[in-house]
T-cell receptor, first 116, second 114 residues
Framework: EAGVVQSPRYKIIEKKQPVAFWCNPI?????LYWYLQNLGQGPELLIRYENEEAVDDSQLPKDRFSAERLKGVDSTLKIQPAELGDSAVYLCASSKRLAGATDTQYFGPGTRLTVL | GENVEQHPSTLSVQEGDSAVIKCTYS??????FPWYKQELGKRPQLIID?????GEKKDQRIAVTLNKTAKHFSLHITETQPEDSAVYFCAGVNSGGSNYKLTFGKGTLLTVNP
């Protein structure tokens, strides 16, 4: 089966510019996650979707970050405007989560963002 | 919320030796603990996981042990090979909680020297 797909793989922008990342989860996976991974650190959750509903966005800096998951499949994460400190890898993951059950999260290759 | 601590941050072993990475967690309700391997510039990949109803799980050269009382779990890699070199992350979550959030450790850079 195809894995989680993300694009672009790399993005270089100047500060204050907008940027968007796209994620296509594994077919049939109802839960989608966006993570931020700084160099030398573990992934940190930004937002979690169950189908098209954002059920946990408590870690998403809402002043500049936004996300959507139309039709409960693909998702986009946007930053506007980008700041120098946003330079990191943005990982998307998906799982077939059932309520009260554990699930395996499968990660995409990530988008490495560099803000100059 | 959950806090996961991982040690050591770097680990260097000779090919053929064993490697052990340890993690502790704070939330006694956590019941699922996956381990991910991340090679440089690549995606994290699940290598093994353990649920709180078992104390040990093994898959070929990789094993994970869980001590619920002490709230710690460990990854054991035997007969290490150069291709085992990567960053390893532990994580924990309470799967029954309303806030299902996988909390990761900071990672261990494992280097296997040929």
């Amino acid at each position: 089966e195809a894995g989680v797909v993300q694009s672009p793989r790399y993005k270089i922008i100047e500060k204050k510019q907008p940027v968007a990342f796209w994620c296509n989860p594994i077919s049939g996976h109802n839960t989608l996650y966006w993570y931020l991974q700084n160099l030398g650190q573990g992934p940190e959750l930004l937002i979690r979707y169950e189908n098209e509903e954002a059920v946990d966005d408590s870690q998403l800096p809402k002043d500049r970050f936004s996300a959507e998951r139309l039709k409960g499949v693909d998702s986009t994460l946007k930053i506007q405007p980008a700041e120098l400190g946003d330079s990191a890898v943005y990982l998307c993951a998906s799982s077939k989560r059932l309520a009260g059950a554990t699930d395996t999260q499968y990660f995409g290759p990530g988008t490495r963002l560099t803000v100059l | 919320g959950e806090n996961v601590e991982q040690h050591p941050s770097t680990l260097s072993v000779q090919e053929g030796d064993s490697a052990v990475i340890k993690c502790t967690y704070s939330d006694s309700a956590s019941n699922y603990f996956p381990w991910y391997k991340q090679e440089l510039g690549k995606r994290p990949q699940l290598i093994i996981d353990i649920r709180s109803n078992v104390g040990e799980k093994k898959d070929q050269r990789i094993a994970v042990t869980l001590n619920k009382t002490a709230k710690h779990f460990s990854l054991h890699i035997t007969e290490t090979q150069p291709e085992d070199s990567a960053v390893y992350f532990c994580a924990g979550v309470n799967s029954g909680g309303s806030n299902y959030k996988l909390t990761f450790g900071k990672g261990t850079l494992l280097t296997v020297n040929p």
